[in-house]
């Protein structure tokens, strides 16, 4: 689901767990520092500055990929800074901008929910973000579906299992 409003997209996209609760979920995103081990593509994400788990917290993301012609092979490396702007451990929700990026950011605020259902959990992804320049509404929202999909079943797994 995406919406246009006044030049800003405003999508949400959600994943339903079964099994885990969301106590046993929430605390995957409230280690606000560790994304590579739930987004595909993430490498690279470690605190920047801040205290764990307060606002203000700054997390540092990156993703590599190689490309290459017939001459030679180039390295690029993609990278946002993330602000922590709220969180609350009881109604299991937090807030993130990204402050600094390489990858055509101008404004973008997401919040994470962890919701409880009757056989698991719901994580609901929102955002309201400028245009980026290269990348349509359409294909920006199944990338935020897609990851938020790969993400669930990695975090459906590890509660599982844990």
Known sequence: MTEE????????????????????????????????????????????EGEPGQPGLVRYCSSSTISSDRSHEETQVKWVKEKLVMIDRIERCLSYEIIENNVGFKSYVATIKVLPINDGCKIEWSYVADPIEGWPVEDFNSYISSSLQFMGQKMEQAALSG
Do not use: I
């Open 5 to 48: 409003t006044q030049g800003k997209w405003e999508g949400k996209a959600t994943a339903e767990l079964k099994g885990p609760t969301a106590d046993q979920v929430w605390p995957f995103f409230e280690d606000f520092c560790n994304l590579q081990k739930w987004l595909p593509g993430v490498d690279t994400c470690y605190q920047v």
